[in-house]
């Protein structure tokens, strides 16, 4: 999963130094749209969250945007199908092509068997969990791919973790302005402070006890 991390954040870094896609652009991108045609945001914000797939993109900042630009309803919707579109097609790419890019990534047989069984066991909580970070969410879908975890079970665990994240995120956006911030900053700061003491809690009492035993 580190590698796979390190993989996704490569992408963030390269675009972060070379000044392609950043928040003041993709906020730009919205607010032209918005002048043509509230369609064009809804297609703006719907193709970034997916591209988070392939290219480390802000999500909870984007989704936060999606709320502000589009409204509540509009724009937690969009940003669900946004992300949705991103963790079905990351799990159905690795589901059928996974497990060759884990043979170059794990030369050894018993530690790739031990890491796909480590994530069938722990999977579904992680992604519950999984946006307690950028990135997490990507490379965990690509492991439920990978690991053949059934694909209603993942796409329960994925709507779990990422419809009331959504919702959340979208109404903070959807009440803020410019002249008050506050409601999206403090969302933002709340969410992912909420989601790292899960994560924290997940992995000192639940993952490392499993290894004691």
Known sequence: MLILASIFASTFIIIKSTGLISIEIIENWLIQAKLI??????????LILFADLFIAVPTLTVIILSGY???FTHGALMAILGVSLAGSTGYYLSYQFGD????????????KQKALSQ???YGFVMILLSRAAPILPEVTACMAGTSKMPRIKFMTAWLLASVPYTLIAAYAGSISTIQNPKPAIFTAIGLSLLLWISWFVFNKYFIN???LV
């Open 37 to 46: 045609n509230r369609y064009y945001v809804a297609a703006i914000i719907i």
């Open 69 to 71: 630009f589009l409204g």
């Open 100 to 111: 060759k890019l884990l043979k170059h990534l794990i030369k050894n047989t018993t530690e």
């Open 119 to 121: 994530f069938r066991a």
């Open 209 to 211: 006890h499993s290894k």
